[in-house]
C-alpha cells in the first residue's frame, strides 16, 4: 500500500460510518454505511431492504467518510475507489461492526455486508489556523 493509502485507513478506522457513492439505474446516490477495515480492505454494513447493496455489488463505488462535523481543529475527509462484493463476514469480523441496528426507517434492519478492495485512496485536510475570536482580527487586516 501507498503512504497515502496506509494514511486513509489510519483515518477511516477513526469513524465508524461513512457514504458509498454509485448510480442506480443511470442517477447517482448516496448510502449511508457502517464499515471496518479488514486486511487493508473496507467492509460495509448496510440495510437491504432500501435494495442499495444490488447498485453496489460488481460495480465501481466511492466510499468516503470523514471528521467535519467532529468539533476537532484538523479536519480531514478520505475517499475510496474500487469495486464492491457482496461477501459474508467472519465472525470475528461481524464483531468489529458492534451492535445492529434495530430499525432502518422503520423497517427491521437486515444487515447486507460489501467489500471494497480500493484501487486508489484519497486524504484531503483542512487546518483551523486560528480561534474563531481571532478572525474578525485577520478579516480586518485583509480589508486594508
Avoid at 83 to 108: K, Q, V
Amino acid at each position: 500500500m501507498s503512504p497515502d493509502e496506509l494514511r486513509a485507513i489510519e483515518l477511516l478506522r477513526r469513524v465508524p460510518y461513512g457514504r458509498v457513492a454509485t448510480s442506480m439505474r443511470a442517477l447517482p446516490f448516496l448510502a449511508a454505511a457502517r464499515h471496518i477495515v479488514v486486511d487493508g480492505r473496507v467492509v460495509l454494513r448496510m440495510h437491504a431492504g432500501f435494495g442499495y447493496h444490488r447498485a453496489c455489488h460488481g460495480s465501481v463505488v466511492a466510499y468516503g467518510a470523514d471528521n467535519l462535523n467532529s468539533g476537532e481543529r484538523d479536519l480531514w475527509s478520505v475517499q475510496f475507489t474500487g469495486t464492491a462484493e457482496m461477501i459474508e463476514p467472519a465472525t470475528a469480523d461481524l464483531e468489529l461492526f458492534g451492535p445492529t441496528p434495530c430499525s432502518a426507517d422503520g423497517d427491521l434492519f437486515d444487515p447486507v455486508y460489501l467489500r471494497i478492495d480500493p484501487q486508489f485512496a484519497t486524504v484531503h485536510t483542512l487546518s483551523r489556523w486560528e480561534t474563531p475570536e481571532a478572525a474578525p482580527q485577520r478579516r480586518l487586516q485583509h480589508q486594508r
